[in-house]
């Protein structure tokens, strides 16, 4: 078998690692160079379509397909790049994980698996050392290879009680162990673990969806109100008339309160006048920008907490112009989109939103490609809505890994379907060498979108991608 050209390309090598009805190959890609693996399946009637399936699916957490087909002799085969990282096993061994961290483990192994079961397929086989974790920690499902293809017929269900074995493993629990009250276990990841397991998991979406609140440290919301709700017995007669004395005492106290105030608000008023004829308007101080590190605050919430305190302007006051903001201020992001005009119009469009969701540990991914230059392609990148026009001074973009080179673009109207073509250059080309970069942008004009353009990858030949975790866009809102 050794030294077997399989596709006229690739050449087969070594065996990598067999898995149930495949045989993983190390193999050397001639048309490019680059090691790549080959699995080679046994032929069946489902394999063609599975095959196509696998391909079409995208996802940070799996493997991309670089190409597949039949060779002559029937079998058919799936090249994906070449495993980087260290098993999630060895990793593991002598450091469980527990709160935020097996949660988002969880999170993104389950929407690994809602991305093949979207498609039809299964992943099967599913345990910590089939898993690899990359430099960043991030886990990837490496026998994508094989997923669904010459095994026995396997259900979705399958993979999330494999999940939740996988999960109680990295937690460092035997399968008899108890996990509610187990230290550093939170009761809702626990429960959850236990529904994973049991005999009607939950779908992989919903698990992805529930596993990432937990992460972020975000309540659940309140069942809503329905046929299944427990219905409330009314109160008794007493404590009804009681609560609506209480309620009218305390609208009239709140009343009489509020004239009070505004009786001492104008005598004062008059006082002030009366001592000084042209009284100034109150100054309202904006605050520099925030450091990249710090929350940051909207500008409503900025000018509410500068005028705390404040006695509330009088009619004159009003029309007096407040002096302008001296320093750049966070612009509010509408919504954003990921775009590839020079492909299939689609960049992995499931987890844009975590690109501006002020969340570092989640992010939006671009596709693998097999060079750093997109397989020839111009770019892809993401589009910014802004709330409303302003001049933008600069943008704070966090990725991972390093060595990403990005371009800025900007425009105020209707955002055309290509890119950058419509667009006018507002920065670059900046190489992402930081986690965390500032990128300044030379554009004196208002702006009501923003494209950030990548035009070259970071990471090994065969998979090259980058990762957006946050975007911030400072400036000046129009007017000001």
Known sequence: MEGRRIGRRYVLQVPDRGAPGASVWRALDEATDAPVLVTLLEPGPAAADALAALAAVRHPGLPVVLDHGTDPDGGAYLVTPTRTGRSALAALAGAPLAGPDLARLGADLAGALAALHARGLVQGGLALDAVVLDEQGHPRLEDLATAGLARPPLRP?????????????AAGAAPADELLGRPGLAPRLAALVGALEGGAPPTAADADAALRRIADGVEPEPPAAGADAPAQAPPAPRRR??????????????????????????????????????QPAPITTVSPAPAD?????????????ATAGEPPATTAQATEPEPPATGPVPIGIASVAAVDPGGDRSENDDLVRRAIDRST??????????DAGLGGKDGVGLVLRLDAPARVTSLVVRSRPTGAVVEVYALRGDVPETAPR???????????ARPRTRI?????????????????????????????????????????
């Open 293 to 305: 590190d710090e929350p940051l605050i909207p500008p409503t919430a900025e000018a509410a907490i």
């Open 157 to 169: 269900e399958g993979d999330l009680r494999a999940l939740g074995a996988l999960l109680r493993a």
């Open 440 to 480: 300044p942008v030379e554009r004196r004009r208002a702006a009501t979108a923003l494209l950030i353009w990548i035009t070259r990858l970071p990471g090994p030949n065969g998979a090259n991608a980058v990762e957006i975790a946050d975007v911030r866009v400072l400036g000046r809102p129009r007017g000001a």
């Open 422 to 432: 419509g667009w006018e250059p507002a920065a670059g080309p900046v190489e992402l």
């Open 361 to 370: 540990r989640s992010a939006w991914v671009t596709e693998e490609y097999k």
């Open 241 to 278: 008339g009681l609560r609506v004395l209480v309620g009218a005492l305390a609208v009239a106290v709140l009343v009489l309160a509020a004239v009070a105030v505004a009786r001492i608000v104008d005598e004062r008023d008059a006082e002030r006048s009366a001592a000084d004829g042209a």
